[in-house]
């Protein structure tokens, strides 16, 4: 079995993992295009066991947002808003950018002694950095935050940017979360976002298969199989034969990989990467997205309708003004009543 990593989840992120699964079960996916203090703690505190020049990274990070941000200054220290948790959220996107960029541009070309131990021990080092393995875990802080950014290819980028996440997998859990027939399918593709995101690849597949299974079975498709269903899938109309055509050789990859990558079968670390995970997770939403008849700019307007419908009602809760008492019963009195005074 692939090993958990270096930081496996304790108690806490555990029940937090939790709790947003079965927000997301809820109300679905809810991408953020900032960084919560919670990821700049886990970084900062990451940062000590990828480098041996953690302020060195700090200060070329600074540098770097002074030139690259938006306003060109620099209010808050990155150390701050890391480790302190100091500034905006927003802020602390650039922040974590700035310092994937120091990081990498330092484990270039980094020949500058460090210092070590205690203050003014005048003890020196060659500076040593881990730029993969830091560069892959702190994309996997932001997909458990679910912050729409992630460091690829030596960019720092919105996944939006990818055409697969803004056409397949962001439309994929909207439109599984806004059906409860679907309910699921949206917790399997979810999962899979999750057991990607803790670098559990093996898991990660192994969860897109079943999330692509109930997606088949909510449909009306049985089967014991992915290929049954989709036998099953023309047999009772939901496909036409040119559809399992197209389908069969994917759904066929599905199962073939999940029997040689799945969590539920050994095999030797490394053999299962993220990218083997990712194009699990982007076949099953694919599927999802094929197979509803939806546009994918479609989906994602009819989401952007029921949040805005859903703020409508919340203010107007807020605005409605309490009930009075009623008073009147006090003064009510028939024709034939005396006059009450």
């Known amino acids: 079995m692939s090993s958990v990593g270096r930081f496996s989840p304790l108690p806490s992120e555990i029940r937090r993992r939790q709790a947003l699964a ?3 079960a809820r109300e679905g996916v809810n991408w953020l295009e900032s960084c ?25 990070a600074d540098r770097h947002r002074t030139v690259g941000s938006a306003e060109g200054s620099v209010e808050v220290d990155a150390w701050r808003s890391l480790e302190n948790g100091d500034g905006s959220d927003e802020d602390r996107l650039d922040v974590v950018a700035a310092v994937m960029y120091a990081f990498a541009s330092l484990a270039k070309g980094d020949e500058d002694l460090v210092e070590v131990g205690e203050w003014n021990s005048q003890e020196w080092e060659k500076p040593w950095y881990r730029p993969t393995e830091f560069e892959e875990t702190v994309n996997d802080f932001l997909l458990g935050a679910r912050v729409n950014w992630e460091f690829r290819d030596g960019r720092f980028l919105p996944r939006t940017s990818s055409v697969l996440h803004d056409e397949v997998v962001q439309p994929a859990t909207l439109l599984l979360e806004a059906d409860p027939k679907f309910s699921k399918a949206s917790a399997g593709l979810q999962l899979a976002l999750t057991r990607l995101s803790e670098n ?138 005396e006059t009450p005074f």
């Not at 480098?51 to 200060?59: E, H, I, Q, S």
């Not at 559990?200 to 597949?205: E, F, L, Q, T, V």
């Open 22 to 24: 079965e927000l997301e």
């Open 36 to 60: 919560p203090p919670s990821v700049g703690h886990k970084v900062y505190a990451l940062l000590g066991g990828m480098t041996n020049a953690t302020y060195r990274v700090l200060t070329h």
């Open 200 to 337: 559990r690849p093996d898991a990660a597949i192994t969860d897109a298969g079943a999330a692509l299974q109930e997606l088949f079975r909510a449909l009306g498709a049985t089967g014991n199989s992915i290929g049954d269903q989709l036998n099953a899938a023309q047999r009772i109309g939901l496909i036409t034969a040119a559809d399992r055509n197209l389908m069969k050789p994917i759904t066929d990859w599905v199962n073939a990989d999940r029997s040689d990558h799945g969590n539920a079968h050994a095999h030797r670390d490394g053999d299962v990467t993220r990218a083997d995970a990712w194009l699990a997770i982007h076949v099953a939403a694919a599927l999802a997205v094929r197979l509803s008849n939806q546009e994918p700019r479609e989906i994602n307007a009819a989401r952007a309708r029921r949040d805005e419908q859903r703020r409508l009602r919340e203010a107007a809760e807020v605005a409605r003004p309490e009930a009075l008492p009623d008073t009147r019963g006090s003064e009510r009195f028939s024709s034939g009543d």
